[in-house]
């Protein structure tokens, strides 16, 4: 019973649990009226969502409104929507706004949507002051108390008959900006205003102009009076005295300041008149400005003074302002239809004018010391006039120039440039010095002492001299140098090493080896080399030729080896040949010796191995014993050997030696026993062998029987 409720139940929850089944469709959000809202109107934003359910149930929402990622409305309801109402739209409502619902423990979003208030709020203007002096600054706030940053702010300074001046400032944290004009010389009565500004969606909004702020402006003093006693159009030589005045509010801090073409020449302080006087000059001619400061204000006047020429500048005139040393010069100094002046004469100097004559004449005999300008100065009513510069040029001549080689000696290596130098110890500058090759004109340069000419063209048979010519602005005319002719020193090409024998040399014997080149400027120095560990040098020699012999006498052993030459000239450049090999090898006499030495012990040994085996055959032969001569007893003999040799007994050679020994001493014993029943001895002996044609050698060993036979 129990088991059939529990199923019962189980099927009753499985029944609840399937009616309570729901899913999210869509979530959307919507703006009331529109998406685009004037600034003050009202706008809701809603929010709804589609939810599709198995059975009809409550189910409860959670509504959450963000804009621009924050919280901005929460609320719960039963209903699948939610408004949030905002009675009064601003542009700080302006923004991205998104609905998320959650229901259910299920949770879904909207799309984001983009919402503008248009138009901005009214921005309030305010000045810290109503009324200024001229210099003083005015402070200006503009707020937009119901916008939010960032924001960007113009104030406009608006001044009667002029253009506004504007000033933009962007607020990136804060609804309102604080800024300062200054009040300048002119400013009487000011107006300002101020607008807002925004950025939304890359488009700028602006809002109308605030309100219109009235400043009153007060000049601390007024404008400055510059006057010129006795007159603004004086002579020159006549004293001229500037005065400079004001009226002020406060003396305090007060700055008069008299200028020309920016140069201060006066200043006074908390003072209301300025004074200044000078003898007027013609360079006094031109505009005078006088200033007066206090704290920020500033006014100024101005004031045109020409000043008449008293007397023209003097002129001064020479003979010639080119000349030879020890001659004579003129100097007149004069001043166009005026006479009545001091006249001196100077010549201009780095450390001070040196003076020389107070004339207006002057005459001297120059020196090349006396080159320099020249100048005379004139003097009336105190107005002192100079002339300008003369130059004048005095020439010693130059003297016989010297041509030589930069390097030193007169030679050049072919294929290298030439550089010449051509020198005139005497001659006042500028000096004009030109190169010759042969006859021809290679180069001109104008220097001071000496000039130089590189030669890129060298050729082998080349044998134009060169020299120079020197030359200025002397009566004396031109120097010309002595001929210089140049040595053209030709490289060393192609070395080679040989020598007589070539390749093998006997030991004691004398070699001659030849070094030589192709081609090479003479002298030659020739060094020949052994190579070993370290190169060893073994001859040097210079030499006016394009070759060396080298004679080496007794050559040993330990000369063999690898020879090389190298050969070198003024163009010092080593030109090293190729390699070449030596091997010193025994003379004839040194085999000969060594052959003696060899054979006679060989020889004496053979010989001494046959006195030896003589020796041994004649004491063999006793006196007991006699040679048998009968044919019997050689047959016996030969049958005996042959028959020996058939039946298989040992025997080798191809002779033999018959011992004497082994026959009988009479015919009488030839009746006693039977020779095929007699006892038979073998000795073995050693036979050698020699060729006549050899020197004794031992070819080998021969064993022969013989028989002995005893009775």
Same mark, same amino acid.
């Given at each position: 019973?129990?088991?059939?409720?529990?199923? *019962?139940?189980?099927?009753?929850?499985?029944?609840?649990?399937?009616?309570?089944?729901?899913?999210?469709?869509?979530?959307?959000?919507?703006?009331?009226?529109?998406?685009?809202?004037?600034?003050?109107?009202?706008?809701? *934003?809603?929010?709804?969502?589609?939810?599709?359910? &198995?059975?009809?149930?409550?189910?409860?929402?959670?509504?959450?409104?963000?804009?621009?990622?924050?919280?901005?409305?929460?609320?719960?309801?039963?209903?699948?929507?939610?408004?949030? #109402?905002?009675?009064?739209?601003?542009?700080?409502?302006?923004? @991205?706004?998104?609905?998320?619902?959650?229901?259910?423990?299920?949770?879904? +979003?909207?799309?984001?949507?983009?919402?503008?208030?248009?138009?901005?709020?009214?921005?309030?203007?305010?000045?810290?002051?109503?009324?200024?002096?001229?210099?003083?600054?005015?402070?200006?706030?503009?707020?937009?108390?119901?916008?939010?940053?960032?924001?960007?702010?113009?104030?406009?300074?608006?001044?009667?008959?002029?253009?506004?001046?504007?000033?933009?400032?962007?607020?990136?944290?804060?609804?309102?900006?604080?800024?300062?004009?200054?009040?300048?010389?002119?400013?009487?009565?000011?107006?300002?205003?101020?607008?807002?500004?925004?950025?939304?969606?890359?488009?700028?909004?602006?809002?109308?102009?605030?309100?219109?702020?009235?400043?009153?402006?007060?000049?601390?003093?007024?404008?400055?009076?510059?006057?010129?006693?006795?007159?603004?159009?004086?002579?020159?030589?006549?004293?001229?005295?500037?005065?400079? +005045?004001?009226?002020?509010?406060?003396?305090?801090?007060?700055?008069? *300041?008299?200028?020309?073409?920016?140069?201060?020449?006066?200043?006074?302080?908390?003072?209301?008149?300025?004074?200044?006087?000078?003898?007027?000059?013609?360079?006094?001619?031109?505009?005078?400005?006088?200033?007066?400061?206090?704290?920020?204000?500033?006014?100024?006047?101005?004031?045109?003074?020409?000043?008449?020429?008293?007397?023209?500048?003097?002129?001064?005139?020479?003979?010639?302002?080119?000349?030879? #040393?020890?001659?004579?010069?003129?100097? +007149?100094?004069?001043?166009?239809?005026?006479?009545?002046?001091?006249?001196?004469?100077?010549?201009?100097?780095?450390?001070?004018?040196?003076?020389?004559?107070?004339?207006?004449?002057?005459?001297?005999?120059?020196?090349?010391?006396?080159?320099?300008?020249?100048?005379?100065?004139?003097?009336?009513?105190?107005?002192?006039?100079?002339?300008?510069?003369?130059?004048?040029?005095?020439?010693?001549?130059? &003297?016989?120039?010297?041509?030589?080689?930069?390097?030193?000696?007169?030679?050049?290596?072919?294929?290298?440039?030439?550089?010449?130098?051509?020198?005139?110890?005497?001659?006042?500058?500028?000096?004009?010095?030109?190169?010759?090759?042969?006859? #021809?004109?290679?180069?001109?340069?104008?220097?001071?002492?000496?000039?130089?000419?590189?030669? #890129?063209?060298?050729?082998?048979?080349?044998?134009?001299?060169?020299?120079?010519?020197?030359?200025?602005?002397?009566?004396?005319?031109?120097?010309?140098?002595?001929?210089?002719?140049?040595?053209?020193?030709?490289?060393?090409?192609?070395?080679?090493?040989?020598?007589?024998?070539?390749?093998?040399?006997?030991?004691?014997?004398?070699?001659?080896?030849?070094?030589?080149?192709?081609?090479?400027?003479?002298?030659?120095?020739?060094?020949?080399?052994?190579?070993?560990?370290?190169?060893?040098?073994?001859?040097?020699?210079?030499?006016?030729?394009?070759?060396?012999?080298?004679?080496?006498?007794?050559?040993?052993?330990?000369?063999?080896?690898?020879?090389?030459?190298?050969?070198?000239?003024?163009?010092?450049?080593?030109?090293?040949?190729?390699?070449?090999?030596?091997?010193?090898?025994?003379?004839?006499?040194?085999?000969?010796? *060594?052959?003696?030495?060899?054979?006679?012990?060989?020889?004496?040994?053979?010989?001494?191995?046959?006195?030896?085996?003589?020796?041994?055959?004649?004491?063999?032969?006793?006196?007991?014993? @006699?040679?048998?001569?009968?044919?019997?007893?050689?047959?016996?003999?030969?049958?005996?050997?042959?028959?020996?040799?058939?039946?298989?007994?040992?025997?080798?050679?191809? +002779?033999?030696?018959?011992?004497?020994?082994?026959?009988?001493?009479?015919?009488?014993?030839?009746?006693?026993?039977?020779?095929?029943?007699?006892?038979?001895?073998?000795?073995?002996?050693?036979?050698?062998?020699?060729?006549?044609?050899?020197?004794?050698?031992?070819?080998?060993?021969?064993?022969?029987?013989?028989?002995?036979?005893?009775?």
């Amino acid at each position: 019973m129990y088991l059939a409720l529990l199923v *019962i139940f189980l099927q009753c929850s499985g029944l609840y649990t399937q009616e309570r089944v729901f899913t999210f469709n869509t979530v959307e959000i919507k703006v009331q009226p529109s998406v685009k809202v004037k600034n003050g109107a009202p706008m809701s *934003i809603v929010c709804h969502a589609d939810i599709s359910k &198995s059975t009809d149930f409550q189910l409860k929402h959670n509504f959450t409104i963000f804009k621009d990622g924050k919280l901005v409305f929460m609320t719960v309801s039963n209903k699948g929507d939610a408004q949030y #109402e905002i009675p009064m739209a601003r542009s700080s409502d302006t923004g @991205e706004y998104e609905c998320t619902v959650e229901a259910g423990g299920k949770t879904k +979003s909207s799309n984001s949507l983009h919402v503008w208030v248009t138009g901005m709020t009214k921005p309030i203007l305010t000045a810290e002051k109503k009324e200024v002096l001229e210099g003083e600054v005015v402070k200006l706030r503009c707020e937009l108390p119901e916008e939010v940053p960032p924001l960007y702010f113009l104030f406009r300074k608006i001044k009667m008959n002029s253009t506004p001046k504007e000033k933009l400032v962007f607020e990136p944290y804060r609804n309102f900006s604080v800024v300062e004009f200054s009040v300048e010389e002119g400013d009487n009565i000011l107006q300002f205003d101020c607008f807002g500004r925004r950025n939304v969606k890359l488009e700028f909004e602006s809002s109308e102009y605030s309100n219109k702020t009235l400043v009153t402006v007060r000049e601390p003093f007024i404008k400055p009076t510059l006057n010129a006693k006795p007159s603004s159009n004086i002579t020159e030589g006549d004293r001229i005295q500037f005065e400079c +005045s004001t009226v002020v509010a406060r003396m305090r801090d007060i700055e008069i *300041i008299l200028q020309k073409n920016r140069t201060i020449l006066n200043s006074v302080r908390d003072e209301k008149l300025l004074k200044y006087s000078a003898v007027a000059t013609l360079e006094d001619s031109g505009e005078y400005l006088c200033k007066v400061e206090q704290g920020r204000a500033s006014k100024t006047t101005k004031l045109n003074v020409v000043v008449s020429e008293l007397f023209p500048k003097p002129i001064l005139a020479a003979s010639m302002s080119k000349l030879d #040393e020890n001659k004579e010069l003129t100097l +007149s100094c004069s001043i166009s239809g005026f006479r009545k002046a001091n006249f001196s004469i100077l010549r201009k100097n780095s450390n001070g004018d040196i003076w020389l004559k107070n004339s207006r004449n002057l005459t001297m005999r120059v020196n090349v010391n006396d080159t320099g300008s020249y100048i005379c100065k004139a003097e009336v009513k105190g107005i002192v006039k100079e002339s300008r510069p003369v130059r004048i040029n005095v020439y010693a001549p130059v &003297s016989k120039p010297t041509l030589s080689v930069v390097s030193g000696l007169p030679e050049v290596v072919l294929g290298k440039p030439l550089r010449l130098i051509c020198r005139s110890v005497m001659g006042t500058p500028p000096i004009t010095f030109t190169f010759y090759k042969g006859n #021809e004109v290679k180069k001109v340069v104008i220097n001071d002492t000496y000039a130089t000419f590189l030669d #890129e063209n060298i050729r082998p048979n080349d044998r134009r001299g060169y020299k120079c010519d020197a030359r200025n602005n002397h009566s004396s005319g031109m120097k010309t140098s002595n001929i210089l002719n140049v040595t053209v020193i030709v490289p060393i090409r192609n070395a080679s090493l040989g020598s007589i024998p070539y390749g093998e040399v006997e030991d004691g014997s004398e070699i001659a080896f030849l070094c030589s080149v192709k081609e090479g400027s003479w002298p030659i120095h020739f060094r020949i080399f052994r190579k070993t560990d370290h190169d060893v040098l073994l001859y040097e020699k210079s030499e006016n030729a394009d070759r060396v012999v080298w004679h080496k006498e007794a050559m040993k052993r330990q000369d063999t080896g690898t020879y090389y030459c190298m050969a070198s000239n003024r163009a010092n450049v080593d030109v090293k040949s190729h390699p070449i090999t030596i091997s010193v090898i025994l003379a004839a006499w040194q085999k000969g010796i *060594i052959a003696a030495f060899v054979l006679i012990p060989i020889a004496g040994a053979v010989t001494l191995t046959l006195w030896w085996f003589l020796c041994k055959k004649k004491k063999a032969k006793g006196p007991s014993m @006699e040679m048998s001569g009968s044919a019997l007893a050689t047959n016996l003999t030969s049958e005996k050997l042959t028959r020996q040799h058939n039946d298989g007994d040992y025997y080798t050679g191809s +002779s033999y030696i018959e011992d004497s020994e082994n026959h009988m001493k009479s015919t009488d014993e030839s009746n006693g026993p039977d020779l095929e029943s007699a006892e038979v001895e073998y000795t073995e002996v050693e036979v050698s062998t020699l060729d006549p044609h050899r020197a004794p050698e031992q070819k080998g060993t021969e064993t022969v029987y013989s028989e002995i036979r005893k009775s």
